[in-house]
C-alpha cells in the first residue's frame, strides 16, 4: 500500500470510529449518572423539566444537561457513520489496487511465458 493518501483515508476511518464508540460509552456513563442522581419528577425551582427516558424511567434534566447529551450521542452516531462509510471507500480503493496489482502481475508473465 504504497499511496499515502489511501493510508490516510484508513487511519482518518479508524480515528472517527474510535470517536464514535468512546462518544457512546461517555454517553452511557453520563446517562447512568443521571438516572442515579436526578429527579425522578420536576424540579422547576432547580430548572429541571425536560424529561429523558432512561432506560424505562423518566428523569427530568436542565435544558443544558439535555443539549449536551444529545450532542454526545449525536456526534457518536455521526462519527461511527462517517467512519463507517470512509471504511468501505478504503475497502473498495484497496481491492481496486489489488485487482490492478494482479492484472498487472498477469499481463508481465502472459509476456514472459
Known amino acids: 500500500m504504497k499511496?499515502?493518501?489511501i493510508k490516510a483515508l484508513k487511519h482518518f476511518s479508524l480515528l472517527l470510529?474510535?470517536?464514535?464508540?468512546?462518544?457512546?460509552?461517555?454517553s452511557?456513563?453520563?446517562?447512568?449518572q443521571y438516572l442515579d442522581?436526578?429527579?425522578k419528577n420536576p424540579a422547576v425551582e432547580?430548572?429541571?423539566?425536560?424529561?429523558?427516558?432512561?432506560?424505562g424511567t423518566v428523569v427530568y434534566q436542565t435544558v443544558e444537561e439535555n443539549r449536551k447529551l444529545t450532542l454526545i450521542d449525536?456526534?457518536?452516531a455521526i462519527g461511527i457513520l462517517l467512519g463507517l462509510g470512509l471504511?468501505?471507500?478504503?475497502?473498495?480503493?484497496?481491492g481496486t489496487f489489488a485487482d490492478r496489482?494482479?492484472?498487472?502481475?498477469e499481463d508481465r508473465l502472459e509476456r514472459l511465458g
Open 37 to 39: 442522581t436526578l429527579p
Open 28 to 32: 452511557t456513563i453520563v446517562s447512568g
Open 3 to 5: 499511496n499515502p493518501q
Open 74 to 76: 449525536a456526534g457518536s
Open 101 to 105: 496489482s494482479k492484472e498487472d502481475v
Open 17 to 26: 470510529l474510535l470517536f464514535g464508540v468512546v462518544g457512546f460509552a461517555l
Open 46 to 55: 432547580e430548572l429541571r423539566t425536560v424529561p429523558r427516558n432512561i432506560h
Open 87 to 94: 471504511g468501505i471507500v478504503y475497502l473498495e480503493k484497496v
